[in-house]
């Protein structure tokens, strides 16, 4: 290391000339150091973010036309879909049901219209699950009832017509025996599957990753305050949650 001395000055003037300069150097350092430090948090900090958005950023994948509808696969892997409103209700009778399949509702005014496919050949299991699913999309719900009766018929008891009277939107007429499943209780399991959400009855066999179980309940949360809390459980958008609860309160099972 060089020193350059001014002669002009004596030596303590030199040395003293030069502390000063170290003592400034030093300040710089500090403020370097601290200036530093404090840029290395704001970017560990935009990571952060940036990750967290990330997450929170969903691919958007094309749809299966039973999406549109409440839907499930019983635990034998048989599809189950019900109308979200009068108008799905339609639909699903006009264009969905075969012959094959069993039609589910329950006893109670207001609720969907559900298809098990091929219904005719499924087991008991899947009957007491369908039925299960029947009832807690139905206005039981709503009505924080514990159980509701529900019934299936077949697709050729089904009917728009009926002698003397008008058949509304969302409605049927029913001819024949019913089967029933009388207090079925309203229930449902909420979790993840192979990566993706699924809503299904209670009673199914199908266990699911952060299993929530949900029940309707007078002084239970708001559908919104359910959306929020479970979106943010299992990372995912509040309208893909949105989408496959009841309407009215519920209270959850963790």
């Known amino acids: 290391?060089?020193?350059?001395?001014?002669?002009?000055?004596?030596?303590y003037e030199n040395a003293s000339e030069y502390y000063e300069k170290a003592k400034e150097l030093k300040k710089k350092k500090e403020g370097l150091e601290n200036a530093i430090e404090?840029?290395?948090?704001?970017?560990?900090?935009?990571?952060?973010?940036?990750k967290e958005e990330e997450k929170k950023v969903k691919?958007?994948?094309?749809?299966?036309?039973?999406?549109?509808?409440?839907?499930?696969?019983?635990?034998s892997e048989r599809l189950v879909i019900g109308g979200g409103n009068a108008q799905q209700n339609d639909i699903i009778y006009k264009k969905y049901i075969e012959e094959n399949d069993l039609f589910f509702h329950?006893?109670?005014?207001?609720?969907?219209?559900?298809?098990?496919?091929?219904?005719l050949n499924a087991s008991e299991q899947e009957l007491n699950e369908t039925a299960q699913f029947t009832a807690s999309f139905s206005n039981a719900w709503k009505n924080a009832n514990a159980t509701v009766d529900v019934y299936c018929v077949k697709k050729d008891q089904l009917s728009k017509h009926a002698q003397g009277g008008f058949i509304?939107?969302?409605?049927?007429?029913?001819?024949?025996?019913?089967?029933?499943?009388?207090?079925?209780?309203?229930?449902?399991?909420?979790?993840?599957?192979?990566?993706?959400?699924?809503?299904?009855?209670?009673?199914?066999?199908?266990?699911?990753?952060?299993?929530?179980l949900i029940f309707p309940a007078k002084s239970g949360k708001t559908k919104g305050e359910l959306v929020k809390s479970l979106s943010k459980r299992f990372n995912t958008h509040p309208d893909d949650v949105m989408n496959i609860l009841p309407n009215g309160k519920s209270k959850l099972n963790l």
Do not use: C, N
Request: proline letters at 1%.
């Open 1 to 11: 290391m060089k020193l350059t001395l001014d002669l002009t000055k004596s030596i």
């Open 38 to 50: 404090e840029t290395e948090k704001e970017i560990a900090k935009a990571e952060k973010e940036a």
């Open 59 to 75: 691919i958007k994948r094309e749809k299966k036309w039973f999406e549109k509808f409440h839907h499930f696969y019983t635990s």
């Open 106 to 119: 329950a006893d109670i005014q207001g609720g969907a219209a559900v298809v098990l496919k091929d219904g």
């Open 168 to 212: 509304g939107r969302g409605a049927f007429a029913i001819t024949g025996e019913r089967q029933w499943f009388k207090s079925t209780k309203l229930g449902l399991k909420i979790g993840i599957k192979e990566g993706t959400l699924l809503l299904l009855p209670e009673v199914s066999s199908i266990k699911l990753e952060q299993e929530v």
